[in-house]
């Protein structure tokens, strides 16, 4: 597993990255022309049109956002005497927001149920294979598939051997949900700035999540995905107490679809952290240190 620092990684529409909570530093939250946004709680079927900016080329639409373009006929009016040639309507109930350093406008919603979306970060477990593809659980109304030359430098004669139960982070690449499976790749999408590294080295982005030295030092949890959203960001608080707590350091993979994988250099560390995290979800910020300073109390007094 390769550490990515949050200032060099490309941003997403969905915030979803390894963090490397050693050597990680906040990047610059940049500012955008339209100071005015206010979160707005929407619910499915809202138009949020007139709340977000007129030219689209301006900012990103994240998870639970629909774009419809209109036809000139049907252009709606914006609440400001200004049309737009398109519609823009949430698909969940949740808080309207926008991340401000890559301009993306968003619904963020706490929900256990899992809906693909292409572009999606994802952990997923290797249920079995078939052909030339294997069938991945990401946690969704319906299993994955996975191409087994979908890695980085990946061929007939040399490609990765996953075997059942392997845990793998990917990105969904294709999904429609209802008519087809999701199809998910360990490949870094064209245009990023992620650098491409062979499945071989152990370094790239994506791939199978293993530990180098033991086993027991690694675990896997599931958390709700308003969660997992959570967690993926630069400010987290858990994460960023834990970071400076913790000697040696640690690793951690989220996906969106609230798959968390922990690897630490003590099991008792890998357990605290993952007690953090699920503890953090029902606590505001001060009593998120607050415990993280119990549970590293309780451990040394052992």
Request: with cysteine.
């Amino acid at each position: 597993v390769i550490f990515v620092d949050l200032q060099n990684t490309p941003e997403t529409t969905h915030y979803n990255t390894f963090i490397d909570h050693k050597k990680h530093t906040t990047p610059k939250m940049s500012t955008n022309n339209n100071t005015s946004f206010t979160p707005q709680t929407v619910l499915p079927g809202d138009d949020v049109t007139r709340h977000l900016p007129n030219d689209p080329k301006h900012y990103k639409i994240g998870t639970g956002l629909h774009v419809q373009v209109l036809g000139a006929d049907k252009k709606p009016d914006d609440g400001n005497n200004n049309t737009a040639p398109f519609k823009i309507t949430a698909t969940k109930a949740g808080t309207l927001l926008k991340a401000g350093h890559h301009h993306t406008y968003y619904i963020r919603s706490n929900c256990k149920r899992y809906i693909p979306k292409t572009g999606d970060r994802v952990l997923g477990i290797v249920e079995e294979r078939f052909g030339e593809y294997y069938k991945i659980n990401i946690f969704a109304p319906h299993p994955a598939l996975l191409h087994n030359l979908a890695f980085e430098g990946a061929t007939k004669r040399n490609r990765p051997q996953l075997n059942t139960g392997s845990l793998v982070y990917c990105r969904v690449i294709t999904c429609n949900n209802g008519d087809m499976d999701p199809i998910v790749s360990c490949k870094v999408e064209s245009g990023s700035l992620l650098g491409r590294k062979d499945w071989m080295t152990d370094e790239g982005t994506y791939g199978e999540l293993t530990s180098s030295n033991d086993t027991n030092l690694a675990s896997f949890m599931r958390v709700s995905c308003g969660l997992a959203r959570e967690l993926l960001s630069p400010k987290n608080v858990v994460l960023n107490e834990l970071g400076r707590s913790i000697q040696g350091g640690f690793e951690v993979a989220i996906g969106v679809n609230g798959a968390v994988w922990v690897h630490s250099n003590a099991a008792v560390h890998t357990i605290l952290i993952c007690n953090a995290v699920r503890n953090s979800e029902v606590l505001t910020d001060e009593q998120t240190r607050g415990m993280v300073r119990a549970l590293l109390k309780s451990i040394h007094a052992v």
